[in-house]
C-alpha cells in the first residue's frame, strides 16, 4: 500500500499489470461470453480449451522449435478442430434439452480432456520461452516495461474491435444476433442455423486457444490451469453480463485492476476482492453491467 | 400443375394430435384461406408447410419437390415466405436489419428488394434506424410481411395478419396485400376476419378440429351463411 502513494512508477506498473492481464483474461473470456450469447450453453470446458492452447503452443514453439506465431496459428486451429467435433459430435443433440444436461456434458468434456492432456503433455510443469524480439522491456520514458507483457495489453483491444466489427457491423454479425433472439424465425427466412451455431462455436473456442497460446509464456502450461482461468472467465462474464462483449472488455478490465491492485493493497487476498467485486455486482445488478435481465421462458 | 399440394397431413405436437388429413391445393398465383376459430388447426398447418412441425404423415409438394420432410431453411430457399401469427420480429435488431437478414436475390433479378419494399410499405422508410422491439402492432404486421418478401418468396404464408390490428390499419394491409396478389404472388391466409378474406380470397377452405369441413369460393360462403354460423361463430 506504502509503495503504490509513495512511488508513482511503481502504481503505474501496477496499471499496466492490470491492462495486460485484464486484456489477455479478456481473449479467453470473449469466447465463453460469445457461445453463451448465441447457443446459450455455458462452456465449463472453456478453460481446458484453454489449457489445450498453452499446451499446443508449448509443443508447437518449444518442442517442434517451430516458433511463436506458429503456436498461436495452431493452438486457434487445434481448438477450431476440437470445437467442430464437440459442437456437430455432442452439443447439437442438447440444444433443447435442460442446461443441467448440458452443464453435466461440459463437465465430462473437461474430465475427459484432462486427462488426455495428462496422457499427451504429463503432469510436469512446462516452460515456453518469450517469442524473440518481445523477451526484453520496453523503455516508456518513466520506467520499462516487459515488452510481452506490453504486446497482450495490445492485442487484446484489436481482439475486441475485430469482434465487435464482426458482430455488430457485418450481415453475419446480424445473422448471430437473430439467432440469439429467434433461430426458429431465422431457419423459417432461409438460414441454415447450426452453421451459425457451430461457426461461433469455433470462433469462440479458438479465442480459448489463443488465449492459451499467449499465456504459456507466463503462465506455464499445467494440469489444473483449465480451473483457475474457467473461475476468473466466470467472475468477469457475470460481473461485465453474459453475452455482452463490452460488457466482457469491461468486466476483463476491472478484474484485472481489482487483482493487482489488491494483491498489493493487502498481498494474498486478490481473490477475496475479486470475489466480493462478484458478490456486490450479483446483488445490485445480477444480470451484469452490460448484460440485459433475462425474459422469463426464454 | 398446382403450385402447392397439401395431401391429407397429419400432425403432432409431442403426443396431442392437431391435424387429421388436411388437404388443398393452391394454383399459382392464388389466394387460399384457411378459416375457423382459434385452435382449429390453421397455425399447425402453416408451420407443417414451412417444416417448423413437420407432417408425421401424408405428403406436401411445393413446386414439384415433396418438403414434407425438408429442413425450414430448405423449404424457405425454395420459395416459401412464412409471416407467423406473433410476427416474430428480431426484436433488439433495427427495422433495417431486420430486412437485411432475410435478404435473398430472385430468380430473375427483378425481385423484392428495400426500395420496392418501401413503396409498398412507406410507413417503414422513416424508421429504419428503430429497433423492432419498440414498433406498433401495424409497423410489426409491415415489418414481417416485409421481411418475408426480402426473402423473394413465390408462396406467401399469413398467419392472422390482421389480428390485433385497428380497423383502418387492417384496411390498409388488405389493400397491401391484395397488391401482393396481383403481383402474381400466391398465398396461403389463415384469418378470422370474415371480410378480410371474402375480399382477397380465390378459395376458402373451413377448418374445423384439424379437418377441412368445407371449400368453396368466398360467393360459395356468402350463399351458405348457415355453414358460417356452424363453423365460426363461437
Known sequence: MDMLLSSPTFAFIQVLNSISLGM????????????????????FAHGVFYMFGAYIMYTVAQDLELGFVTGVIAAAAGLAVIAIVVERGLFQWL??????MQLLLTFAIVLIMGDLAKIIWGTDQLSVSYPDGLSGAVDLGVTFYPAYRMMLAVIGPVIFIGLFLLIERTRWGRLTRAATQDMEMLAALGVNVPVIYV??????????GVGGALAAPINSPTPGMDATIIVECFVIVIIGGLGSLWGTFVGALIYGFVFNFGSVIVPNWQDVFAFLLLMVVLLIRPWGLFGKPEREGH | MPQLEVQSIHTSY????????ISFDVEPGQVISLIGRNGVGKTTTMRSIIGLTPAKQGKIIFEGTDITNLAAYKISRLGVGFVPEERRIFPQLSVWENLDIARRASRDGK??????????????????????????????????IARSLMNNPSLLLLDEPSEGLAPKVVEDLRDQIKLLKDSGLSIVLAEQNLSFVMYLSDKCHILEKGEVKFTGTPDDLRAKPEILEQYLTL
Not at chain 2, 122 to 128: F, N, W, Y
Open chain 2, 14 to 21: 409431442g403426443l396431442s394430435q392437431v391435424l387429421f388429413g
Open chain 1, 199 to 208: 461457426t461461433i462455436f469455433l470462433i469462440g473456442s479458438a479465442l480459448a
Open chain 2, 111 to 144: 425481385g423484392w428488394d428495400e426500395e420496392r419494399v418501401f413503396a409498398l410499405f412507406p410507413d417503414l422508410r422513416d424508421i429504419q434506424s428503430r429497433p423492432g422491439g419498440v414498433l406498433s402492432g401495424g409497423q410489426q404486421q409491415m415489418l414481417t
Open chain 1, 95 to 100: 440444444y433443447d434439452k435442460e442446461h443441467l
Open chain 1, 24 to 43: 489477455n483474461l479478456f481473449i479467453i473470456a470473449a469466447g465463453l461470453s460469445l457461445i453463451f450469447g448465441v447457443l446459450r450453453v455455458i462452456n
